[in-house]
């Protein structure tokens, strides 16, 4: 490619020098386009800056997922190429980045396929019932868990589930049952922890589905009343067929976020209580842990590029499924 | 009227009304799921310390009374007090410049005369592909800008994101291009057009990002624990509450043994936590109608 380009540039060298100018402009060379747009420049730089800073310089801190990283030494640490990487790896199914990338996988293929299953329900009884003032108060008040941050999330959990006085434990002891103490159960986190990010979800995704469904021809509807179609055949023949796309594109596209978790969700539920770890550690939380708790930034760093390029290649896979399967809708 | 229908039409409409009947219990029950928990904590809050520690929580306060906020107000008034100026500050500041930052760059990223737009588009389109991860971006930002210390380290990074940035672009790509060229032809030059057309006519997207915007930073909590974790006058809401809370939970986590006496009220914490959300809670029936306008608007591909 760049050696075709080359070749152009010099089979138009010997232009007359009016006409090459002109030729610069309609090609819009760096420095003609430059001038012309001078304010255009001036006011994308800003955010090229941004993205330089905080996007792309960062990169380069990768290098030391193959240092033997020294607090002193920054990134003059001692190169020690894949050792970081074996040590994550070691053991094969007992390793440590097993470990995390099942429980992150395992926890946002839950996330996806149980939060979308109920924020499209919500949305197609949203859609059908006709009063208008409850379904905008259901409405809102089912966004409400959407707009707390994640740390009253965590407190939320807290006075749920702690032994001594939590709601849950309050209800058992008041039924005669024996005090359930969670906080040093392991089995029940996975199941707490999804049920809060659907219940956290809920509003916006079904926001999401339901402007979708509004934007359905309504005389599909009425063509399908006349015919007769109860409200159960109306919503299995139009509205899920007609969803259909847009729960596929969706689904295809957090597919490729998968192995990032959410750390907000799991670090201000779990923290860093080493008890439940082993069902609820998470790659982020893990590199979370490896900055502030234990200090070893090249193992942390390690997992961390795992993470982006594990990601990079989901990405890269679903953007061609969604290619094949819908051209329209593919990222790029 | 129901005797002189047909047959099927009373079928059918019993069909509606026990579907709608479900329709309508589900719904509620699903709202009144996330509605709870934060009657809980009000109650817990309006509750005496005494029966919290006795009885547990409760739907109805238990020995109604406003003694924890008058605690809380007492011992922790000016820590709120300033936690909640530094987040009001974070918040204002962080957001008006990422509005500013974020419209101009999806103005020129829309603009067909714009030479550049699939390279800078594909340039920032990059960082949500590959990205250095979290502690990359921690050592740029507290060694290489030095901003540890400061609250910079908080109003930076949140600033801008490629999804808050393709979402203008594609709202202003629904505005008629008839309308900037004419105003061109009028003698307007590009930042005019900007600033006199373009931005008033997109205020629901300016309204939607605002409001994505203030709520990541009013919420925010991790960059004070990464930047700011011992300059205790620059914290966040919500990071001095995550202290307040952390403080008490890890005890109750990390050993069973109960101190009642020694730890800081439970009703306190749920006050202190109320006095957090407050704000957001009291707004968010507003800033919703903003988001699902803008959501839909933005969801449409440009």
Redesign the interface.
């Known amino acids: 490619m760049k050696g075709e380009v080359i070749a152009l540039n010099q089979v138009s060298t010997p232009m007359p020098d009016t006409l090459k100018k002109k030729a610069l402009k309609k090609r ?1 060379a760096p420095f003609t ?1 430059f001038r012309a ?1 001078k ?2 420049y001036f ?2 730089i ?3 800056i ?2 330089v ?10 290098y ?1 997922a193959f240092t033997d990283y020294d607090f002193s030494k ?1 990134l003059l640490s001692p190169f020690v190429g894949l050792k970081n990487f074996e040590f994550l790896f070691h053991g094969g199914m007992d390793s440590i980045i097993w470990k995390l990338t099942r429980n992150t996988i395992l926890y946002n293929v839950a996330f996806i396929v149980l939060s979308n299953l ?1 924020q499209i ?2 949305a197609v ?2 859609k ?4 208008k003032k ?1 379904v905008r ?2 409405q ?6 959407y ?6 999330i ?3 959990v ?3 589930f ?6 849950f ?2 209800i058992f ?1 008041s039924l005669g049952f024996e005090k359930f ?1 969670f ?2 159960t392991t089995w029940v986190w996975p199941i707490i922890i999804v049920v809060i990010e659907i ?1 956290k979800g ?2 916006y995704g079904t ?2 589905y339901l ?2 469904i509004m934007g359905i021809d309504e005389s599909i509807y009425e063509a399908a009343y006349v015919d ?1 179609a ?3 055949q109306r919503i299995r023949h139009i509205t899920i067929p007609l969803l259909k796309p847009t729960i596929i594109v969706l689904l295809l596209f957090s597919i490729g976020g998968i192995l990032r978790g959410q ?2 969700l799991f670090w ?1 539920i779990i ?3 080493g ?1 439940l770890l082993t069902t609820t550690d998470i790659i ?1 939380t893990y ?2 842990r ?3 708790v234990n200090f070893s ?1 090249n193992l ?2 390690a997992a ?2 795992y ?3 594990f ?2 290649a989901l ?1 890269l896979t679903v953007n061609a499924v969604i290619r094949k399967f819908d051209n329209e ?1 593919s990222l ?1 | 009227m129901t005797h002189s229908r047909p047959k ?1 039409k009373i079928k ?1 409409d019993m ?2 009304r026990v ?2 009947f479900f ?2 219990i ?3 029950l ?6 709870i ?2 009657i ?2 009000l109650s ?1 809050s309006l509750s005496s310390e005494s029966e ?2 006795r ?4 739907l109805l306060p238990q020995g109604f009374t406003f003694e924890a906020y008058r605690v809380v107000f007492n011992s922790l008034g000016s820590t709120i007090g300033r936690a909640y100026l530094v987040t009001m500050y974070v918040t204002a500041v962080g957001t008006v410049l990422g509005l500013l ?2 419209s ?2 999806g ?3 829309s ?1 067909p ?4 737009r699939n390279k ?1 588009a ?4 990059f ?1 949500t ?13 507290a ?3 030095n901003l540890n210390h400061s609250l910079w380290a908080i109003i ?2 949140g ?2 994101s490629p999804f808050n ?1 393709f979402l203008f672009r594609n709202f202003i790509k629904g505005i008629p291009e008839a309308l900037m060229e004419s105003s061109r032809i009028d003698g307007a ?3 005019r057009i ?1 600033w006199q057309i373009t931005l008033p006519l997109t205020k629901p997207a300016i309204a939607t990002i605002g409001l994505f915007t203030a ?1 990541a930073y ?5 960059n004070y ?2 930047y700011l974790i011992t300059d205790k006058d620059k914290w966040g809401l ?2 001095l ?2 202290r307040m ?2 403080r008490v ?2 005890a ?3 050993s ?1 043994i ?1 101190m ?1 006496q020694q730890m800081p009220s ?1 009703t306190m ?2 006050a202190t ?1 109320l006095l ?2 407050g704000p ?2 009291l707004f ?2 507003f ?2 109608r903003y ?2 306008s803008g ?2 608007v933005g ?1 449409v ?1 440009g």
């Open positions: 819009g386009d747009h304010v255009y006011m994308i800003p955010m090229i941004y993205f800073l905080f996007s792309y310089l960062p990169l380069a801190g990768l030391n920054g109920c329900t919500m009884l949203l059908e019932v006709a009063m409850f108060v259901s809102t008040l089912m966004f409400m868990p707009f707390v941050s994640m740390v009253i965590g407190s939320i807290y006075n749920l702690n032994y001594n006085y939590g709601v434990n309050n002891t103490d906080y040093r219940w809920l509003g926001v999401i402007a979708s007769g109860s409200k159960l750390f907000d201000n923290g860093n209580n008890l982020d590199v979370y490896a900055l502030t930034i942390g760093t961390g590029l993470q982006s390029l990601g990079l990405v809708n790029f | 099927t059918r069909g509606v579907f709608d329709s309508i589900i719904l509620s699903a709202a009144l799921i996330c509605v928990p934060f809980f904590m817990g919290v520690v009885n547990g929580y409760s930052i974020t101009m760059s103005y020129v990223l603009r005369d714009f030479k550049h800078v594909f340039f920032v389109y960082t592909l590959f990205s250095g991860g979290m502690i990359p971006t921690y050592m740029v930002v060694n290489v800008l930076l990074p600033l801008l940035v030059g590009d930042f900007y709520l009013w919420n925010n909590w991790f624990s990464l919500q990071y509450l995550y809370l952390a939970s890890d109750v986590r990390d069973q109960v009642v439970e914490k749920l936590a957090v959300t957001v809670l968010y029936p800033a919703q988001f699902v959501l839909v969801s591909k």
